[in-house]
């Protein structure tokens, strides 16, 4: 069983930052990729930022240069750091866990980014 639970959203001004916080429940952490993917109104989810259970990470174009995602592995908790924020960047986020073929989400929290 997996449980995800996300933090830190909440409203910025373009320019702004935040950081957000998913916390995982379950027993293995370490060995499985988890991601920060965003779904922004009337478009589908997409892929923001992804880390490997090396820790090996990987950016989508349109945030590459202002997002940072990492992971603590002891405390089971991944990070995305997220710099001058842009209007376009507003939506609900949401973490995922990739293991063992099956994709484990949480229920996402929102980032507006607006004056």
């Known amino acids: 069983q997996v449980q995800l639970v996300e933090s830190g959203g909440g409203l910025v001004q373009p320019g702004g930052s935040l950081r957000l916080s998913c916390a995982a429940s379950?027993?293995?952490?370490?060995?499985?990729?988890m991601g920060w993917y965003r779904q922004a109104p009337g478009k589908e989810r997409e892929a923001v930022a992804i880390?490997?259970?090396?820790?090996?990470?990987y950016y989508a174009d349109s945030v590459k240069g202002r997002f940072t995602m990492s992971r603590d592995n002891a405390k089971k908790t991944v990070y995305m750091e997220m710099n001058s924020l842009k209007p376009e960047d507003t939506a609900v986020y949401y973490c995922?866990?990739?293991?063992?073929?099956?994709?484990?989400w949480g229920k996402g929290t929102l980032v507006t980014v607006s004056s």
């Open positions: 995922c866990m990739s293991r063992s073929g099956m994709d484990y």
């Open positions: 880390v490997t259970g090396l820790g090996i990470t």
């Open positions: 379950t027993s293995v952490f370490s060995p499985y990729s």
